[in-house]
């Protein structure tokens, strides 16, 4: 990659750009802006730090789970900045489809975020461009999440900086929990206390009140909320390479009959048996569950009084999934300077608090963890507290093993939870067969 | 006409009016060469190409490899599932799509009061988009929202629930969705027997049900030939209406044939030569199934 020439808009830009002297993110990518105003005869050899903001419009799609957030991110920028983002909500399922044919055709916006577990593979099939450079650059880059990062990472080269993080947390409805005789202040502390719990709120006989509920037809869901339990017992889910699966350890099969149990004994919300996914938090958020496993990007969109803790395992502990979508830029992006610009200021204080903390979010930056609004709500400093034990998965073949509706791990959860088959080991090598091609 | 043209043809037996008629023809053919062309061979073609090449779904083409690409769609853990899961879902549509439409035709051919009230309250669900008809009933079907919440959670009995229940439940959204329309073909089809075979079978003293085997069916054979065709075609080609409402669940005992061929290609897979593959594999044997049905329709003056 060579330098390119460039003239910033700004003075300070320019000796922003001067001070911290960046290879080009993207060199090949000059977007005509010779005749800005303002520009010396003497050019500036390198971008700025902050990328380029003159007016571009950038095109920015993501997917509907995070359609709150990003909103809220897009209408910030575009209020303070000349580029203006257009942003285009897809359905979750629809997504990758999207995304895909888009590829094939150079058409990718000049921005997109990825569910984190897809990021590994959309990484190494060349979705995005190359930021190492700008990333390295940044002097917080530690502070960065570094779930988002790591997954992102494909040969030593970063490609994808944190969107929106979403962790999975235990709720549960404190109203419901005083009813039943338990502590509404207390969570539970294990996985058996959390099935007691379940079962004391069902066993209050409310009409359309049970105790608890998840998405079994869905592999994401169950992904994002039932690694958790085997990673708070200090088990792991997937080798190192990504290559295998270790679901079928000790850990995993209590979990699995905690759920059995449960489901067994009617505390499980009945509709969760063909969950497929659109529908899963829907009647806890109505206040008809007593305790989930749940998003946390939902604790602004939760009307009632909820307490909020790390996942536990079936010997105790906290984990959490640190999901979410990472975002890069795209390999057909001609604006790859101003996107850059997008990139930095989604990272600033000023998007970090401002907006996400603001509306109750995890911020990416471990920096800004107890920032003003996390102090309001002690939920918040949980939240980011438990952050720091999460784990994200990588595996590159992650979406044909685990959320794909024909996934060997819907398979192996629907056999041990709803049809009790005892068939754990088999289908979890069915798991590896696919996770190694 | 080809004949008659060529035959005026060779009575003007000039150069410059031969060629100044063909060039007229290539006009008439032209417009629909076209269609056919960009519609039709082109895409096929890219399929083909597809079907024998390396082409991940978000790194594109990466070159040939075949036949590896039929060998693993045959290999694939859920083809021999869906392919005995198609055909037992077009089975069940085809029989009671042609025989309720069938029936339906007759009783409004029949009735004369409530002729055109019938007609149009069998008709009226095909106006509805078949994806909107399969979103519609995925609410009624729901456990949580639909209208049958409360039955369904006192009888604990689910509609998509269960293998059969989910097969069921979208054959008769499906016989719901298409009855009316496998009706008006009927309709047609009946309409076209003249009325003098009917009162000749009365004068030899036929009862109704001799004339319903004797003269309606054997009469409504070009009828047959038509509405099975479409409808065989058209569920072993069953989408929409599974993707909406089962998603292949549960525990992928509904997944067709197509629904197969869209998760290879958009639903973790991600591989467009493995999905081809199978397309083509199915474009193929839809080719032979359609030869035999329309050689097993074909009416005996005809050979």
């Known amino acids: ?437 | 006409m080809a004949f008659a043209t060529a035959a005026r043809e060779r009575r003007r037996s000039t150069m410059s009016s031969r060629r100044r008629s063909a060039l007229t023809g290539w006009l008439y053919a032209s417009p629909l060469a076209v269609f056919v062309i960009v519609l039709f061979i082109l895409p096929l073609g890219l399929v083909l190409q597809m079907s024998v090449s390396d082409w991940p779904l978000l790194g594109g083409n990466q070159g040939v490899n075949f036949p590896d690409n039929y060998v693993n769609a045959i290999d694939n853990r859920f083809f021999v599932d869906s392919v005995i899961f198609t055909l037992k879902y077009t089975v069940a549509a085809t029989v009671l799509l042609i025989g309720l439409g069938l029936g339906l035709a007759m009783l409004v051919q029949e009735s004369t009061r409530w002729k055109g009230f019938l007609r149009s309250s069998f008709l009226i669900p095909s106006a509805l988009g078949l994806a909107s008809a399969s979103l519609l009933f995925y609410v009624l079907y729901s456990p949580s929202a639909g209208p049958f919440a409360d039955f369904m959670e006192r009888t604990g009995i689910t509609f998509l629930g269960t293998p059969t229940g989910a097969l069921w439940s979208t054959v008769f959204l499906i016989v719901w969705r298409y009855a009316g329309f496998y009706m008006l073909l009927m309709l047609v089809g009946l309409q076209g027997i003249p009325d003098e075979v009917y009162e000749a079978a009365r004068i030899d003293g036929a009862s109704r049900w001799q004339i319903f085997r004797r003269v309606t069916l054997p009469l409504l054979r070009p009828t047959f030939a038509l509405t099975v065709v479409l409808c065989v075609t058209g569920s072993l080609l069953a989408f929409e209406q599974f993707y909406i409402l089962t998603k292949g669940g549960p525990d992928n005992s509904t997944i067709t044939v197509v629904q197969l061929i869209y998760n290879m290609a958009f639903q973790g897979q991600n591989d467009l030569g493995m999905a081809a593959a199978l397309s083509i594999i199915v474009l193929g044997a839809l080719i032979v199934i359609n030869i035999f049905q329309l050689r097993a329709f074909r009416s005996p003056d005809e050979e």
């Not at chain 1, 939902?298 to 307490?307: E, M, N, Q, V």
């Open chain 1, 1 to 437: 990659m060579t330098s390119i020439l460039r003239r910033p808009r700004k003075v300070a830009a320019g000796l922003a750009a001067a001070t911290i002297a960046i290879v080009s993110l993207a060199a090949c990518s000059s977007s005509g802006d010779d005749s800005e105003p303002g520009g010396s005869a003497g050019e500036a050899p390198e971008i700025s730090a902050e990328g380029v903001d003159d007016g571009t419009t950038l095109t920015l799609w993501t997917r509907a789970p995070m359609e709150k957030q990003a909103n809220l991110l897009v209408e910030a920028y575009n209020a303070s900045h000349e580029n203006q983002v257009e942003l285009t909500v897809v359905p979750n399922d629809d997504y990758v489809a999207k995304v895909g044919a888009a590829a094939g055709s150079d058409g990718l916006p000049d921005l997109f975020a990825a569910d984190i577990v897809y990021v590994p593979n959309w990484v190494q099939q060349g979705l995005f461009q190359d930021i190492s450079t700008s990333i390295d650059a940044l002097p917080y880059k530690d502070e960065i999440n570094k779930g988002h990062l790591s997954a992102g990472t494909y040969e030593g080269s970063e490609y994808v900086l944190p969107f929106v993080l979403d962790l999975s947390m235990l709720f549960w409805n404190k109203e419901l929990f005083e009813e039943a005789g338990l502590d509404p202040e207390v969570a539970p502390a294990n996985l058996a206390e959390y099935a007691d719990a379940a079962k004391a709120i069902q066993d209050l006989g409310k009409d359309g009140v049970y105790g608890t509920a998840t998405g079994l037809n869905c592999g994401g869901c169950l992904v994002f909320t039932w690694f958790p339990s085997i990673w708070a017992d200090g088990e792991e889910v997937l080798s190192d390479d990504g290559m295998e699966s270790l679901l079928a350890s000790d850990t995993a099969k209590d979990v699995y009959a905690t759920w059995q149990d449960l489901w067994a004994s009617g505390a499980v919300l009945p509709a969760s048996q063909d969950e497929t996914g659109a529908t899963w938090t829907q009647q806890f958020t109505e206040g008809n569950i007593g305790l989930m496993f749940y998003p946390a990007t939902l604790l602004s969109s939760t009307p009632f009084d909820a307490g909020v803790a790390g996942i536990p395992g079936p010997e105790g502990g906290a984990s959490t999934f640190v999901g979410g979508d990472g975002i890069g830029i795209s390999k057909d992006s001609e604006n790859a300077d101003q996107a850059w610009n997008f990139l930095t200021w989604l990272m600033s204080e000023e998007a970090q608090v401002e907006v996400l903390a603001k509306n109750n979010d995890v911020v990416s930056r471990s920096d800004f963890a107890n920032n003003e609004y996390a102090a309001t709500d002690p939920r918040l400093v949980t939240i980011n507290e438990v952050a720091g034990n999460g784990d994200t998965p990588v595996a590159i073949n992650f979406q044909q093993a685990f959320n794909a509706p024909t996934s060997p791990w819907l398979e192996l959860v629907r056999n041990a939870v709803l049809n009790d088959t005892g068939t754990v080991d088999a289908d979890n090598d069915a798991i590896t067969d696919v996770l190694s091609q």
